[in-house]
C-alpha cells in the first residue's frame, strides 16, 4: 500500500471472527510471515499517518 508499507490481507466469507484469527495465526507461522497483526482500515491508517486521528 503506498505511503503505508506492505500488506497481506485476509479476508473470509462464512467463518466466524474466531476461525478467521486461527486461519491467520496458522498462515502467519506457516508462512514465516514477520510484521504486526491489525485490524484496521487502509483508509483509518492513512488518516493516522497525516496526523487526522480524531
Same mark, same amino acid.
Given at each position: 500500500m *503506498? @505511503?503505508?508499507g506492505e500488506f497481506i490481507e485476509i479476508e @473470509? !466469507?462464512?467463518v466466524t471472527e474466531d476461525e478467521l484469527k486461527s486461519f491467520s495465526e496458522h &498462515? /502467519?507461522? !506457516? &508462512?514465516h /510471515?514477520? @510484521? *504486526?497483526v491489525t485490524n484496521t482500515s487502509y483508509l483509518?491508517?492513512?488518516l493516522m499517518k497525516n496526523g487526522k486521528d480524531e
Open positions: *503506498e @505511503g503505508l @473470509g !466469507d462464512n &498462515f /502467519i507461522r !506457516d &508462512f /510471515i514477520e @510484521g *504486526e483509518e491508517l492513512l
